[in-house]
């Protein structure tokens, strides 16, 4: 029998507790010394033994306090969940290191992202950069947040002005395609970052350290949860012509 649809804090609360072990763990396996130990859609989109062991500890974590719930993960998918969420049930969609290639080569941009969504809308979320200790929450209609600050994003609305976050898929004809729309793109704009992870360029572009950010081919694990920080902060976030983000 399941309860009644926690609160969007609630939520938030259990997020940022499973967050800050994930992290840790993937911190401290990272300090380890990592390798690939598979790939999925490229041999350059690589999977690491953290990638799946943090998933397996937050999916644990959160079956430990809300055992009906279900779980999207990256590495597992739906494999873990005890089904779809029921009307009103809570869906809990994670990237348990979300900027896999930068944690690889011990770059610091990499998070683990974690929201949750009440009949398929996300009503909380959090990043959280192990590295930097950076944790970005939000819940929907609460506003969103950064050590304690509310987040606003930019005002800037000239594009020649602008500051444009944006990423690049594993595969290589995708690829091309983005350097296309990149190429076409760069002259009209102050400039370009490629920092290596969704879920921290929506967190910028949501506390305005970029004016926007775009990219094509992105899971749902990438930008739900940076997706409802940047909108609590006040960004647009959606896809070409008021498609679906
Ligand atoms: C990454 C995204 C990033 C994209 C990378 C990659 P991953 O996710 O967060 O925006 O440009 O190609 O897809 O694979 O590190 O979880």
Not at 153 to 170: D, N, R
Not at 212 to 241: C, F, I, M, P, Q
């Amino acid at each position: 029998m399941r309860g009644t649809t926690p609160a969007p804090e609630e939520l938030l609360d259990i997020a940022v507790r499973v967050a800050r072990q994930a992290a840790e763990t993937a911190r401290r396996m990272r300090a380890e010394g990592v390798s690939p130990v598979a790939t999925k859609s490229t041999v350059t989109d690589v999977v690491t033994a953290a990638d799946r062991a943090v998933e397996r500890e937050a999916v644990a974590a959160l079956r430990e306090v809300r055992p009906d719930d279900a779980v999207l993960g990256e590495e597992y998918g739906d494999a873990e969940a005890a089904g779809p969420a029921a009307p009103g049930g809570v869906r809990w969609i994670l990237d348990p290191i979300d900027g896999t290639v930068n944690y690889l080569y011990g770059l610091p941009h990499y998070a683990v992202s974690l929201a949750a969504a009440v009949d398929g809308e996300v009503v909380a979320g959090v990043v959280r950069e192990p590295v930097t200790g950076n944790e970005w929450t939000a819940t929907r209609g609460g506003g969103a947040y950064r050590a304690g600050r509310r987040l606003r994003c930019s005002a800037e609305t000239q594009l020649g002005k602008a500051l444009v976050a944006t990423g690049f898929g594993y595969d290589a004809a995708r690829r091309a395609h983005q350097a296309g729309v990149l190429a076409q793109l760069i002259p009209h704009v102050r400039d370009i970052r490629r920092l290596g992870a969704a879920s921290i360029d929506l967190c910028l572009a949501a506390e305005g350290a970029v004016d926007a950010y775009y990219e094509k081919g992105l899971n749902l694990w990438d930008h739900a949860a940076g997706g409802l920080v940047a909108t609590e902060a006040g960004l647009r976030v959606d896809g070409l012509s008021g498609a679906p983000a």
